[in-house]
């Protein structure tokens, strides 16, 4: 296992296709052997879809992979997936002061609901830096959208 671990975060599919290649194994009699269909394991080395425990278990023993190789490879891989997914839920906080969000737990925001009055705030209140990554977060597309929503509102008030 340690040998693979070097591969942590690849999903485990490109790992296991690079393991058929060495041995010079074709897929889909490889596949055949451990009973799967071909089609399904195809997907798995092309990384789109994952490895459950119960196959990851048949392919380990049928390359003499040491138990529970694949598996945690498959964790590794969700992990760096939902380390991903994290990132991206939230703007980087460290950019943004505590003070523009002074009425209420910048903890607490739910940046994709909220993105309008986010988006206005920052760009009524913010500094260049913080405008910055409301524009990396959001895209320039979303908070152009709003931006001209806003100076619609405002200047159909005037008229």
Do not use: C
Not at 65 to 79: M, R
């Amino acid at each position: 296992m340690d040998n693979l671990l070097k591969y942590k975060g690849i999903h485990p599919g490109i790992v296991l296709g690079r393991e058929l290649k060495k041995r010079s194994l074709k897929q889909r009699p490889f596949a055949l052997s451990i009973n799967e269909h071909p089609q399904t394991l195809n997907t798995i080395t092309k990384g789109k879809r994952n490895l459950n425990t119960a196959l990851a278990l048949k392919i380990e023993n049928k390359l003499n992979l040491e138990e529970g190789t694949l598996a945690v490879l498959q964790t590794y891989y969700d992990i760096d997936k939902e380390k991903e997914k994290r990132e991206t839920e939230a703007p980087k906080l460290s950019v943004l002061r505590r003070s523009l969000f002074w009425d209420t737990d910048i903890n607490g925001i739910d940046w994709r609901k909220q993105y309008k009055a986010v988006i206005k705030r920052v760009f009524e209140r913010g500094n260049e830096s913080e405008k910055k990554e409301i524009l990396r977060f959001y895209g320039s597309q979303k908070v152009d959208a709003v931006l001209h929503a806003i100076d619609r509102k405002a200047h159909s008030d005037i008229s």
